[in-house]
Antibody, heavy 119, light 107 residues
């Protein structure tokens, strides 16, 4: 069974760095054509794709946020970590991680973790 | 960036109605488009991938069509469980994007 679960702080302050962890099971990120992405959703608003890490360790970012994002994998722990620097109240959102395999879309999502940025 | 524009933003419909949602890409994305359903407080659920392929376990009343820059999601006969917000997503190339969403509400 494929599962993903996000974890991280519920509250951060402006200018701080946010670190989120996606713990996954039921698949290997080293399998060809596998990837894990981070997506966020501000309250009442649309989904926004943030970053992805592929099976070959290639990394891609939303161009508008690229300067603030870093995605990495801890292979031994089956975890994908996202850091976002210089947090602002507009970054308040539910942050999801999700799996994509091959030609499919994001077929499995975590439950999401709500992050509030205080000024 | 490739921009994804959905229409309408809100759709009012009744049980049994045929519902169509449109998604337009600002440039060609071939068939690399997915559709998701999201209910309040829940993660999105994949319905359609590669423009027209039905995800396993998704009812056959959902269908997708289109290519290049214009895509549609159709619900052939709206059911009570289908009232939700629907998103399209481009996964062509290196930078992926979502549409702004279409809320399907009860008329």
């Amino acid at each position: 069974q494929v599962t993903l679960r996000e974890s991280g702080p519920a509250l951060v302050k402006s200018t701080q760095t946010l670190t989120l962890t996606c713990s996954f099971s039921g698949f290997s990120l080293s399998t060809t054509a596998m990837c894990v992405s981070w997506i966020r959703q501000p309250p009442g608003r649309a989904l926004e794709w943030l970053a992805r890490i592929d099976w070959d360790n290639e990394k891609y970012y939303n161009p508008s946020l690229k300067a603030r994002l870093t995605i990495s994998e801890d292979t031994s722990k089956n975890q994908v970590v996202l850091t976002m620097t210089n947090m602002d109240p507009v970054d308040t959102a539910t942050y999801y991680c999700a799996r994509k395999f091959g030609i499919s879309g994001f077929d499995t999502w975590g439950q999401g973790t709500m992050v509030t940025v205080s000024s | 960036d490739i921009q994804m524009t959905q229409s309408p933003s809100t759709l009012s419909a009744s049980i049994g109605d045929r519902v169509t949602i449109t998604c337009r890409a600002s440039q060609s994305i071939s068939w690399w488009l997915a559709w998701y359903q999201q209910k309040p407080g829940k993660a999105p659920k994949l319905l359609i991938y590669k423009a027209s392929s039905l995800q396993s376990g998704v009812p056959s009343r959902f269908s997708g069509s289109g290519s290049e820059t214009e895509f549609t999601l159709t619900i052939s006969s709206l059911q009570p469980d289908d009232f939700a917000t629907y998103y399209c997503q481009n996964y062509n190339g290196y930078s992926w994007t979502f549409g702004q969403g279409t809320k399907v509400e009860m008329k």
